[in-house]
């Protein structure tokens, strides 16, 4: 290869900052650092439709105004007026995204969340919207776990978070995460981080790039501030010992989604109504985590297993797993089930958040159940039967 050419490539892997900075042009420092970045040519991209936001801002706070004649000529006095009060790039925030090397003008951040959430009401009320807006959420684990947080900030949840995962993007995520090429090699905390900030640049996002660990776990817990909800999103089953641990000691409710096939598998384990609930709801007996950090890949599916249930486990995932190390090397994982457990995740968590009834163990949201005609005639259900049977001899359960 060109020498040059290759000193400019390994010159350019080196990932951008992962968090947005914000400024305001009413401020000289703020004038200064934005005037700097376009001197540096690290600015390609300026973004500008602060008219737009303010005219949907304006609509959202005089919705009997909209559909009436006079409605455009209202909001260009309004808009107006406001421009003379103070210049337009003066107003609101430019919001600088070192990886999209873009500048953005956005409203502050009250009426940005005002106007980004609009449409949320009254499907979830201004209380409820706010109370969810205000928590602290901890994640642990960014496969399905990022369809799960990105489904609750997408529906304004959670400004302040905490990403928990160790590994890298790989080509072979790309069937269930929604992210790109351009993000491979990234760490996962990182390309997580960059998809919230996009959605919420105003959002406060901790990250624990190293995963969670034995000497980590009580201030991703206890912060601060002290976490409001705990997702289990993890692989390691030792590890998810350790944080119900940490839930029951901070007395946070706990929420796991685990993708099945096309289906979804959500457990819920309230800390902060019973600090006795049983970990895993005595699924797996009485373990403890230094028993199941010594399993081996046969005891860790066994265990992964008995705690979903071999009787909820899909034909079709049955035999991936018998074919672990031969024909496959991991678990089979689809994106439509990591996007559907984001969606009941985020609806959970939502609820629980806003003190709102919700099932406190387990359920099961199956697409084959709903919409595969087949999967309840007395010849399926006998099939399912012969091999779940089959298959807890084979796992020994």
Do not use: C
Not at 38 to 49: L, S
Not at 168 to 180: D, Q, V
Not at 328 to 337: F, H, R, Y
């Amino acid at each position: 290869m060109d020498k040059e050419l290759e000193k400019l490539i390994g010159d350019k892997n080196n990932p951008a900052e992962s968090k947005p900075k914000i400024f305001s042009l009413a401020k000289e420092s703020g004038r200064d650092e934005l005037k700097q970045l376009f001197a540096q040519n690290r600015i390609q991209t300026t973004v500008d439709d602060f008219r737009q936001q303010h005219q949907e801002l304006f609509a959202i706070n005089n919705p009997a105004k909209v559909y009436t004649p006079d409605f455009e000529k209202e909001f260009g006095e309004y808009y107006d007026q406001l421009s003379k009060k103070q210049p337009m790039a003066e107003q609101g925030n430019w919001v600088y995204f070192p990886w999209l090397a873009t500048v953005v003008h956005l409203l502050e951040d009250v009426d940005f969340q005002r106007v980004r959430t609009a449409r949320n009401r009254n499907l979830i009320s201004e209380e409820e919207q706010k109370k969810f807006y205000n928590s602290t959420i901890g994640i642990g684990g960014l496969s399905v776990g990022n369809s799960v947080i990105l489904a609750i900030v997408l529906q304004g949840g959670a400004k302040h978070l905490r990403l928990a995962d160790f590994d890298n993007l790989a080509l072979s995520n790309l069937n269930r995460i929604r992210s790109g090429v351009e993000s491979l090699g990234l760490r996962k905390v990182e390309m997580t981080a960059r998809q919230i900030y996009a959605l919420n640049p105003y959002a406060e996002v901790e990250l624990f790039a190293e995963g969670l660990t034995t000497d980590n776990l009580d201030k991703f817990f206890a912060g601060p501030p002290k976490l409001d909800l705990v997702i289990d999103e993890l692989d390691n089953i030792a590890v998810k010992y350790l944080i119900r641990e940490q839930a029951k000691k901070h007395g946070v409710p706990l929420v796991m989604g685990a993708d099945n096939g096309d289906n979804a598998v959500v457990d819920v384990e309230r800390y902060d109504l019973d600090p006795n609930t049983p970990f895993f709801h005595g699924r797996l007996g009485d373990v403890n985590y230094e028993q199941l950090t010594k399993l081996d890949k046969f005891g860790i599916g066994r265990t992964i297993t008995q705690h979903i249930g071999p009787e909820n486990v899909t034909d079709k995932m049955q035999n991936s797993l018998m074919e672990m190390g031969k024909t496959i090397v991991s678990w089979p994982q689809l994106g439509g089930a990591a996007l559907l457990n984001g969606s009941a995740v985020a609806y959970s968590v939502r609820r629980i958040l806003n003190g709102q009834p919700l099932e406190q163990n387990r359920a099961l949201i199956s697409l084959d159940e709903k919409l595969d005609p087949e999967y309840n005639t007395p010849q399926a259900q006998e099939k399912r039967n012969k091999l779940t049977e089959d298959f807890k001899k084979i796992m020994k359960l």
